[in-house]
Nanobody, 115 residues
């Protein structure tokens, strides 16, 4: 059974930083890609950042230069380091896993950027 456990969300002031973590029960070496998506109230879920097994990373234009996706193979964990946070970054952030059997989602973690 595929499991994704997210952590690291919370309330932060504009300009602040947060790091999200997503730990999986699946070996990192069997993963095609892992990514972070977000969904704000009344909006569609959108890609934030994605990292392939070959090390290629893609980012939404709105977060380029502020967010960094990375992974720790030994811990089967992917991270999203978020800096210079803005109120418009407020959303539920979801971890996504792409493996041979399909796509899997975490439960989501709330990120709120507000003064």
């Amino acid at each position: 059974q595929v499991q994704l456990v997210e952590s690291g969300g919370g309330l932060v002031q504009p300009g602040g930083s947060l790091r999200l973590s997503c730990a999986t029960s699946v070996s990192i070496y069997t993963i095609y890609a892992m990514g972070w998506y977000r969904q704000a109230p009344g909006k569609q879920r959108e890609l934030v950042a994605r990292l392939t097994n070959r090390g290629r990373s893609d980012y939404a234009d709105s977060v380029k230069g502020r967010f960094t996706i990375s992974r720790d193979n030994a811990k089967n964990t992917v991270y999203l380091q978020m800096t210079s946070l803005k109120p418009e970054d407020t959303a539920v952030y979801y971890c996504n896993l792409e493996i041979i059997t399909g796509n899997y989602w975490g439960q989501g973690t709330q990120v709120t950027v507000s003064s």
